[in-house]
């Protein structure tokens, strides 16, 4: 059993989750899609609620732009992938992680049965409801209500 093993089994004890994320970046330079997806997942690991346990960093990759930045003079991309595995410290952190640093794909690994106070998943859902109101209110996003 390695360190990282031990460390994932003592948190787990302590009611911690394990997580697997995926991030992905796209830049016009290589040196800023590199830099900024290493910066992005080395602040999500200066959270008190989060430890990093495995990170890797795929290689970059040259893109076609989509066409709304063609129109804007820019023909190609750099993308990179990096997967993480983290151990969060609570249901509300991971919602926090997640909404704040928006992975593209999250699985939880550990533990199999999660629970949760009222409190943490109010906080939760409240958390949401922010970011939803912050989309509507910036003009990229909200809830049509229909009428009668």
Known sequence: MNDNDLKVDELLGK???KVWMIFEVQAADKAVCVSSLKKHIKDMGSL?????IDESFAGVDKIEAPEGLKKRGVNTLFAQVSEVTIMARDFEGLVN???????????????????????DAQN???S??????????????????KGD
């Open 15 to 17: 009611g911690w989750m």
């Open 124 to 126: 939760s859902l409240a």
């Open 97 to 119: 992680v997640v909404i704040n640093y928006a992975p593209s794909a999250v699985e939880i690994m550990a533990p199999e049965k999660i629970t949760i106070t009222m409190r």
């Open 48 to 52: 008190d609620s989060v430890e990093i």
């Open 128 to 145: 949401v409801a922010d970011m939803m109101h912050k989309f509507a209110r910036a003009g990229i996003g909200g809830v049509v209500i």
